[in-house]
């Protein structure tokens, strides 16, 4: 297994020297910021938000629309609505590292159909965002 960690964070430093102590190091790549993450998440095997807490997790859509499969914490503002409480993907407490590790691992041995992930990423587009709100607004 590799693990690629997009991005760049104060904790860069850390986890650098952690793979190294560990002695992962050689399969932990973490090449900072990239124009084009959609070429990464196209060929994942899977794509994990561990976020505390977030806005409207894009990314986890972003992961979908490419067809890659998704674990996510469930912290407030996003995952459970994107990922529809987990049918979708799983959900798993914040700071539960146990069930984040189960949870990839679940979705490594029977990952769900890229179709269905991109259907799912679908309903977030423009079109049925803008259709939803105009039936909100006008009561229909």
Known sequence: ARLLILGEGPERGRLEQQARHLGVDVDVSLPGFVDNPFAFMSRSSVFVLSSAWEGLPAVLIQAMACGCPVVSTDCPSGPAEI??????????PV????A????IETVLEAAPSGDRLRRRADDFSVEPSTDRYLALLLGD
Do not use: F
């Open 100 to 103: 984040m590790a189960e949870a």
């Open 95 to 98: 700071g539960d590292d146990a």
């Open 83 to 92: 990922l529809d409480q987990g049918v979708y993907g799983p959900l798993v």
